[in-house]
């Protein structure tokens, strides 16, 4: 039973009560079409996705690290070869780098964007190395015209692992159609957000769009005729009806997000280290993470009154267990070490009120004034 006195990180119910009339039509055409799979809805979600995010081409799959997963297989990365991106981002950034049967390298963050410091990446770049995963944390876009340039400069390709941050812009423009292909994610909790896992890759390059698009559906693009060797990574019909109501809201949602965003930024500065927007940034505050060393403190003070608290990430990547096999040792990456251990996200969503938000500042405010 859901606690209805407890500030919740997200509020899907809120969302789902004021866009179910519209997604129960769409939901409705798709049961009485006998389409579930890449029918008209899937077509029409992705079409919207490229006018959306300023792509050529966009693929439907069956979530954020298929995604990734795919993105590397189309670049033809695998064995012998050196993928780099950050240690402080979801496990899925560095998975599916593995998974390819790629190296990850990693290289520290910016102390104050958590995203990839361009000017660490250089020195990381070995005769191996063929791409580099960009992933923009939190909604907040990494330093792409430097990261560009340095792979232009080394012939390297680009992921942008934009998985919390459509609508995300850089430079003026939008996360995803930056590198040379994009990945995004719609996992029920993000800013654009599905009933289930649902995905996509975006793309200006045809040759990409082809062979993402036939490794998404088993290495084929006519029917029992395989020119490769694929995966089932299908985005369902279902959820892109609900994914085309919520896409018509996106703007909408996210300029609420970034208003909870500036009031936080205003309300708490004076206590915690907030978040940087960055000079050519829009910002979508997927997360609104803060940073104090009182960290595990404060939230469980917050639990106390009510208050969810999250913390993303507790261990960057290069101390997972999982990863324990390319030798890094704690002290590697100081700045991700660090973060990880004072970062905490505070609730938002776009129907989180001015007095929920108030409350929130209050309890912030009152752990610091304690006696």
Do not use: W
Request: proline residues 5%; contains cysteine.
């Amino acid at each position: 039973m859901v606690d209805d006195s407890r500030i919740p990180m997200v509020d899907l119910q809120k969302e789902l009560n004021f866009l179910k009339p519209q997604m129960m039509q769409e939901m409705e055409e798709v049961l009485e079409s006998g389409r579930y799979i890449l029918g008209p809805k899937c077509l029409a979600f992705e079409k919207k996705v490229t006018e959306y995010v300023g792509t050529k081409h966009a693929v439907g799959v069956a979530n954020g690290t298929d995604a990734l997963y795919l993105a590397l297989r189309a670049l033809d990365i695998g064995p012998e070869d050196e993928v780099i991106t950050t240690p402080f981002t979801f496990f899925a950034s560095g998975e599916t780098i593995a998974e390819v049967g790629a190296k990850p390298v990693f290289v520290d963050i910016n102390a104050d964007s958590y995203n990839i410091d361009p000017n660490k990446i250089e020195e990381a770049i070995t005769p191996k190395t063929k791409a580099i995963i960009v992933v923009h944390l939190f909604g907040k876009g990494a330093d792409m015209k430097e990261i560009m340039k340095l792979a232009k400069n080394y012939q390297l390709r680009v992921i942008e692992d934009a998985c919390q941050a459509i609508g995300t812009e850089v430079d003026g423009r939008r996360a995803g159609a930056i590198g040379d292909i994009g990945c995004f994610s719609f996992f029920p909790s993000k800013s654009l957000g599905a009933f289930g896992d649902a995905g996509m890759i975006v793309t200006n390059d045809d040759v990409l769009y082809e062979k993402v698009y036939e490794l998404r559906n088993h290495g084929s693009k006519t029917k029992y005729y395989h020119r490769s060797i694929g995966i089932n990574s299908r985005l369902d019909e279902l959820q892109a009806a609900i994914l085309l109501v919520k896409l018509n809201y996106l703007d909408r949602f996210l300029y609420k997000r970034k208003e909870i965003a500036k009031r936080y930024t205003e309300m708490l500065s004076s206590y915690v280290k907030t978040p940087a927007e960055g000079r050519g940034r829009v910002h979508t505050y997927h997360q609104y993470c803060i940073e104090l060393q009182e960290r595990d403190h404060l939230a469980e003070a917050l639990d106390e009154k009510g208050i969810s608290s999250a913390i993303y990430y507790p261990v960057p990547l290069h101390l997972q267990e999982a990863f324990q096999y390319l030798s890094y040792q704690e002290g590697d990456f100081p700045i991700s070490e660090k973060v990880s251990k004072q970062i905490l996200a505070l609730p938002i969503f776009p129907e989180l009120s001015e007095p929920l938000q108030d409350k929130i500042v209050d309890a912030v405010s009152k752990f610091f004034h304690r006696p």
